[in-house]
């Protein structure tokens, strides 16, 4: 049986995965909804009557949660046709104000859990599966008052491409999608309310249903790194051009 796995899945983008995927994926049979709001995931998948939706609620920064995985993968014939590592969450303001529980759980769920989710499903993907890993812009140069949630997307950035690379003999892509700000509830998990910053009051916003659209069309073209507008496309290139030193005057946030 072919699968989808979206992590992440109760709220904004994971959602609007959901929707791209069960309207244009017609090699999938199942997908499979992880987060930790099991009525939520209940809830979105009774609105999918073409597709089965199958509600998992797992803290992918849980050990036991991974053993979950795992053992409901290896318990029937799963082919994991397409993973969406979508789960991770930031938390805005300089690090010493932030109490290091929130610190250390950005890395357990945006590093360790995506890693975990990856190599779990790795195990039953066969040559056409796809890896999409959601990053951000903010992987590109540290972000001041975002240093963490930075430091974690820069991992996601190149754990992707590394494992692209040890992939491709077995003809299983692996891409990222980094986005720009999209209004979800990202901003109210984070603190960042209207007036607390000046980037995220100018930046132009990424449109959530664009994003997952084309972030599926990038992976099936077999890209390693997507971007949505423009605008975030030149900062990609100005972070590889530009000393990080300079860019951070104006990444930070």
């Not at 099991?38 to 998992?56: T, Y």
């Not at 979950?68 to 993968?73: F, G």
Request: hydrophobic share 40%; glycine share 6%.
């Amino acid at each position: 049986m072919n699968i989808a796995i979206i992590t992440g899945a109760s709220s904004g983008l994971g959602i609007e995965f959901l929707r791209e995927i069960s309207a244009s994926r017609t090699d999938i049979d199942e997908i499979w909804l992880i987060a930790r709001r099991l009525d939520r995931l209940n809830e979105i998948a009774s609105e999918f009557s073409n597709i089965k939706c199958v509600p998992l609620s797992l803290d992918l920064s849980s050990e036991e949660s991974y053993a979950a995985l795992d053992d409901k993968l290896n318990s029937d014939n799963y082919n994991v046709k397409l993973l969406v590592n979508n789960a991770g969450f930031g938390k805005m303001g300089n690090i010493k104000d932030i109490p290091y529980p929130s610190q250390t759980s950005m890395v357990d769920l945006n590093c360790k859990g995506l890693t975990a989710v990856a190599a779990i499903c790795l195990k039953h993907m066969s040559r056409g599966s796809e890896i999409i890993n959601v990053c951000s812009i903010a992987s590109f140069v540290p972000n001041p008052r975002l240093t963490v949630y930075s430091s974690t997307k820069a991992y996601v950035l190149s754990f992707t491409k590394g494992l692209r690379e040890e992939l491709k003999p077995y003809g299983i892509n692996c891409m990222c999608v980094c986005p720009g700000p999209m209004k979800t509830e990202f901003f109210a998990v984070a603190d960042i309310a209207p007036g607390s910053s000046k980037a995220f009051d100018t930046l132009p916003y990424s449109d959530p249903a664009k994003v997952a659209r084309g972030t599926l069309k990038a992976s099936k073209k077999g890209r390693c790194v997507y971007t949505h507008l423009m605008f975030f496309k030149f900062y990609r290139v100005l972070a590889k051009l530009l000393p990080h030193n300079l860019l951070m005057k104006i990444s930070k946030v």
